[in-house]
């Protein structure tokens, strides 16, 4: 069994494998002043709910774009688990050429999700990652990493019109009853859904007028379904791109 283990700045998201099967995943707050024991035991708890024992793991291979979190957790992994996890970095093969100007700026989870589209679905692609930011990343033709953009996550925007505005009410991220909203929370929440989904396919259109019209457009991240399910430009949903990404890249390093 293999578990994988993305740490974001806002979830850690983690996969248990058995072989290519995804038997369970979860989604689980970053926090960062948590210490490694109680990640540790957080981990074990997650897997005894599924009657899997730590001594029954034969690796573990990590992700993180969080500096300060990925020693705590690997420390973690190491003390609880029993397993020093492998963490994709610059010296990790990924099978991926990076066409960045400078590939040590590059995300590890947009890597990984790079190396999960070329195996899964070929290129060219973008990858629309929904998650703290929203990502678009370009995967060329022979599937290397091309490089991308970044903007601000759907949630980072939902809490910057509350903070910032003092009339503005904390709002659920879901679907209004109709784009003009009829009060405050409606009118919100159609700026925010509605907004991202222009975002996205007004960014797609850009990418594939770049990577040309065969491109395929991933949807991933905790918050792809809700956007996708407003707009046509999205072919692939896959929530667990990135341990899928993860799992292919431990077994292109194991031995």
Not at 20 to 46: A, N
Not at 63 to 88: E, F, G, R
Not at 221 to 234: F, H, P, R, S
Request: hydrophobic share 45%.
């Amino acid at each position: 069994m293999l578990l994988t283990i993305d740490i974001g700045n806002t979830n850690i998201t983690l996969g248990l494998y058995d072989g290519d099967s995804l038997k369970s995943s979860w989604r689980v707050s970053t926090v960062h002043e948590r210490m490694p024991d109680e990640y540790g035991l957080q981990f074990i708890g997650l897997l005894e709910r599924t009657r899997c024992s730590p001594a029954a793991l034969t690796g573990i291979c990590l992700a993180s774009v969080v500096p300060p979190l990925t020693m705590k957790i690997a420390q973690a992994c190491q003390k609880y688990l029993s397993h020093a996890p492998l963490i994709v970095d610059a010296g990790v093969k990924t099978g991926v050429r990076i066409k960045y100007e400078n590939p040590r700026d590059v995300g590890a989870d947009r890597i990984v999700d790079a190396v999960a589209v070329r195996r899964l679905y070929g290129g060219p692609a973008c990858v629309v990652d929904f998650g703290t930011g929203t990502t678009f990343d370009a995967i060329s033709a022979a599937g290397d990493y091309l490089g991308g953009a970044i903007a601000p996550g759907i949630g980072i925007a939902a809490e910057a019109l509350f903070s910032r505005a003092a009339k503005l009410p904390r709002v659920d991220l879901t679907r209004p009853p109709s784009a003009i909203g009829r009060n405050t929370p409606q009118a919100m929440q159609s700026g925010l859904l509605f907004g991202y989904v222009g975002l996205v396919e007004g960014m797609v259109a850009r990418f594939r007028a770049e990577l040309g019209p065969e491109m395929k457009t991933i949807a991933t991240g905790g918050l792809a379904e809700i956007i996708t399910k407003e707009t046509d430009v999205i072919d692939i949903v896959n929530p667990w791109l990135t341990l899928e990404g993860l799992r292919m890249i431990w077994e292109m390093n194991r031995g």
